[in-house]
């Protein structure tokens, strides 16, 4: 809205960011952009290679649907370690989609 | 044949409307379906065979259903019974049905599904080249494997319920097949039973009231139409097409046993203000196999927390860290003979990074930290034992050498805690069946005064 939102995070410009296990081995993060134009400029300025450097995942196992209809962008990666085992910390994976959240997308 | 069923809630023991679900039953379903767990808390449900909900929030719930399905007189059928979903919670969820049955006075024909598998199965199969890994896989260690379940699918419950059964009790179900089998067998289209059971898994999640619970889903020859049962709550294109997205690796294609579900074509439409027609999904059949799930045991573990305000040592706590688990880790091989081949001993600063350990990438000034220290050992006496052993140095240890010693907040005594077995997941493969049933069995109980036990 304001220039200065426009220059903040991604989680400033968008809807809402979540991220939620896909199973055991997989986490899944949905950016709701909300707005067609949200939704445009997420898309091209959010690449894959970032997403994947954030989560420290190899881009070739990252997935990505650009979902028009709903105006969301969403990514499915591996888990950084497996639910559950004595390296996890997060058991639901919710509060990975605070690194997204707090990207700062220019 | 269109078929109506009634889903109470995404998961029993999380509550739902009472209202909504009498207005459901109102409405003259063809059965009722709810899911009883998820892998989503983790191993300890699985590798230990235990249900997480609490025995008394099952117990209110189910009793209210089993009262709907009375009045209905049609099926109620729960899958993943008891969180996990083994033989020993299906047992559970049996237990609490007689109970149940006894206090409301009904008699019942209850079939149980059961879906655990013996470890030589799945060695069985797996020296047959029947077994199949997904990505990722860990490495299937026959030895090591614990509980096994297999994720039961439309087939299993509609052998369930061709029993007569009034209550289907299922063992571990893929999240989907409770809702599909009665659809499917009735003829309904394939892809809309799959798809609109997935919509409805979680009850009013696909909704814009997701506490409230209850929906309907109406399943025909073409798709299906789906409404929540509380007057607060709305369907919308919006909100049901977004549910695709939920705990779903991939929005459009969803893998049961037998085949996968294909929604790309799917067309959401809003009937009126609060119902959604859905059509235009497909089902894909392919080569019947089910999904394993496995746990084992990595471990025990004991744990401590500790908190540091004192700002000198919030301000360096993470080299402060570093030094006590030096100097811990050589008074451990010095006192005990142990080095870190036998157990771990990690120290984790909550406040700073707690959350997302290494990925994390933000800094901040905090007012105090927490220290949890999780210590994962052989056997819960060793690490209850490396617990005693490092409890005065987390409490005491200094920054430097030239330092007075400090003393941190311990919010507990003992400090320690014994946390039991740690599980993990061990599976994540899938197992060809020539005969879906070959997996599973069923077990058939009457139960009534009129009937001898």
């Known amino acids: ?106 | 044949m269109p078929t109506r069923v009634l889903v109470p809630s995404g998961v029993l023991g999380l509550g739902f409307d009472r209202k909504a679900l009498a207005r459901g039953v109102a409405m003259r379903p063809d059965i009722i379906c709810i899911d009883g767990g998820s892998t989503d808390s983790g191993p300890f449900s699985l590798g230990a065979g235990v249900s997480k909900y609490s025995r008394a929030a099952t117990k209110s719930e189910w009793r209210t259903l089993m009262q709907a399905r009375a009045q209905a007189g049609v099926p109620l059928v729960i899958g993943t019974a008891g969180t996990c979903g083994t033989d020993s919670t299906v047992d559970w969820m049996y237990e609490i049905t007689v109970e149940l049955a006894r206090e409301l006075g009904q008699s019942l024909k209850i079939a149980r599904l059961y879906s655990s598998q013996p470890v030589a199965r799945v060695a069985d199969a797996l020296a047959d080249g029947r077994i199949d890994p997904l990505t990722p896989a860990p490495e299937i260690e026959l030895d090591r494997l614990g509980n096994i379940v297999a994720l039961a699918g439309a087939e299993h419950i509609q052998a369930a319920l061709a029993t007569g059964a009034d209550i289907v009790i299922a063992g571990r179900t893929t999240d989907t097949a409770t809702i599909a089998a009665l659809p499917l067998s009735r003829g309904d289209a394939a892809g809309g039973a799959w798809h609109g059971a997935k919509i409805a898994e979680c009850g009013a999640l696909c909704s814009t009231n997701p506490t409230s619970g209850v929906i309907m889903v109406d399943f025909d020859q073409t798709g299906f139409t789906v409404e929540p049962m509380a007057e607060t709550a709305a369907c919308t294109p919006h909100s049901v097409s977004a549910h695709m997205l939920y705990e779903n690796s991939d929005p459009f294609r969803l893998y049961e046993p037998g085949g996968y579900l294909d929604v790309t074509a799917a067309r959401y439409s809003a009937l009126d203000d609060r119902r959604v027609r859905v059509e235009g999904s497909s089902w894909v059949p392919g080569p019947y196999t089910v999904k394993l799930e496995g746990a084992r045991i990595a471990g025990y573990q004991t744990t401590i927390l500790a908190i540091l305000r004192n700002q000198h040592y919030v301000a360096n706590a993470q080299a402060w860290i570093d030094r006590l688990t030096a100097f811990l880790l050589a008074e451990i091989e010095t006192r005990m003979g142990l080095t870190t081949a036998d157990y771990q001993l990690e120290f984790r600063l909550i406040g700073a990074s707690g959350a997302l350990g290494s990925l994390e990438n933000r800094t901040g000034d905090p007012v105090e930290l927490g220290v949890l220290g999780i210590i994962t050992a052989r056997s819960q006496a060793e690490a209850g034992e490396i617990g005693k052993l490092i409890n005065p140095f987390v409490l005491h240890y200094p920054l430097t050498d030239d330092e007075e010693l400090p003393t941190f907040a311990f919010p507990y005594s003992p400090a320690t805690t014994d946390r039991g077995a740690l599980y993990e997941f061990a599976l994540n493969h899938v197992m060809h069946l020539d005969d879906p049933m070959t997996a599973f069995r069923i077990e058939l109980t009457e139960i009534g005064a009129e009937v001898p036990a």
């Not at chain 1, 220039?3 to 400033?12: H, I, K, V, Y």
């Not at chain 1, 990505?64 to 950084?80: E, G, H, T, W």
Request: aromatic share 8%.
């Open chain 1, 1 to 106: 809205m304001t220039q200065n939102r426009d220059q903040g995070t991604l989680g400033d410009l968008v809807l809402k960011v979540r991220s939620k296990n896909a199973g055991p081995f997989w986490v899944t993060i949905d950016i709701f952009c909300d707005r067609p134009e949200v939704f445009a400029r997420v898309r091209n300025t959010l690449s894959s290679a970032t997403v994947a450097q954030l989560y420290q995942v190899p881009e070739q196992l990252l997935k990505r649907f650009d979902i028009d209809d709903l105006r969301v962008i969403k990514f499915s990666l591996p888990r950084p370690v497996i639910q559950g085992s004595a390296a996890d910390r997060d058991m639901h994976g919710a509060q990975y989609a605070a690194l997204l959240e707090e990207y700062p997308l220019t």
